[in-house]
């Protein structure tokens, strides 16, 4: 599995040497905020929200005294904007008053923050501290189901399966690599198996069908 693994990873990275999130952030917070917003939305429609809401409201303290009214006038084009908003307010008032307002560095930390799951915390470890976690999105569950990659019956077995398949000099921008290729090729309903570097190395009995 390690060797179909890495040969998987070489050929993504070969096509895209440095992936990273397309949320659009400067800073752990930014991301934090991002992310968060992200949920069963877009990120096209995320970047188009905080593109006007950090110039405004780029801190906890910032955020915090927009108040859920004053954010919700920013994200309101967002899915489950009322809930998001609530969860990011009380988010930021637990920054301040548990963090000097700075984001946390460890998983305990962070998933304690109204609206982080364990999938928001790993993309703030990987993608904001650097460390060598995989976030398992709606995109890297089908590509490792599909693909064959490591099958699994939820998120959670995906992410444990993967960690042990993924050798660590991959690690660290592996779910990156898959977050891209199920975003743009081996997409839900029309997969692009003919541009697919590692259309050889899937399992999918169905791609031929679907080039």
Same mark, same amino acid.
């Given at each position: 599995?390690?060797?179909?693994?890495?040969?998987?990873?070489?050929?993504?990275?070969?096509?895209?040497?440095?992936?990273?999130?397309?949320?659009?952030?400067?800073?752990?917070?930014?991301?934090?905020?991002?992310?968060?917003?992200?949920?069963?939305?877009?990120?096209?429609?995320?970047?188009?929200?905080?593109?006007?809401?950090?110039?405004?409201?780029?801190?906890?303290?910032?955020?915090?005294?927009?108040?859920?009214?004053?954010?919700?006038?920013?994200?309101?084009?967002? &899915?489950? %904007?009322?809930? +998001? $908003?609530?969860?990011?307010?009380? =988010?930021?008032?637990?920054?301040?008053?548990?963090? /000097?307002?700075?984001?946390?560095?460890?998983?305990?930390?962070?998933?304690?923050?109204?609206?982080?799951?364990?999938?928001?915390?790993?993309?703030?470890?990987?993608?904001?501290?650097?460390?060598?976690?995989?976030?398992?999105?709606?995109?890297?569950?089908?590509?490792?189901?599909?693909?064959?990659?490591?099958?699994?019956?939820?998120?959670?077995?995906?992410?444990?399966?993967?960690?042990?398949?993924?050798?660590?000099?991959?690690?660290?921008?592996?779910?990156?690599?898959?977050?891209?290729? &199920?975003? %743009?090729?081996? +997409? $839900?309903?029309?997969?692009?198996? =003919?541009?697919?570097?590692?259309?050889?190395?899937? /399992?999918?009995?169905?791609?031929?069908?679907?080039?």
């Amino acid at each position: 599995m390690k060797n179909r693994a890495a040969a998987i990873y070489e050929r993504l990275k070969a096509a895209n040497p440095a992936p990273t999130t397309e949320l659009d952030h400067q800073t752990p917070f930014q991301l934090l905020v991002a992310v968060m917003l992200s949920a069963q939305a877009t990120d096209v429609s995320v970047n188009k929200a905080t593109r006007a809401l950090f110039p405004v409201a780029s801190t906890p303290e910032s955020l915090l005294n927009l108040g859920e009214a004053g954010l919700t006038s920013y994200i309101k084009s967002i &899915g489950l %904007y009322r809930a +998001k $908003a609530k969860n990011l307010i009380a =988010a930021c008032r637990l920054l301040l008053e548990r963090h /000097a307002g700075e984001v946390p560095k460890t998983r305990a930390e962070l998933e304690a923050l109204p609206g982080v799951g364990r999938k928001t915390a790993n993309v703030l470890l990987n993608t904001a501290f650097g460390e060598p976690v995989i976030a398992v999105d709606t995109h890297i569950f089908r590509v490792a189901n599909r693909t064959g990659l490591v099958p699994g019956k939820d998120v959670r077995a995906v992410e444990e399966k993967l960690t042990r398949a993924t050798p660590p000099a991959y690690r660290q921008n592996a779910h990156h690599w898959l977050i891209l290729h &199920g975003r %743009y090729v081996c +997409k $839900a309903r029309k997969p692009n198996c =003919a541009a697919c570097v590692i259309a050889d190395l899937c /399992a999918w009995t169905q791609k031929t069908l679907a080039s």
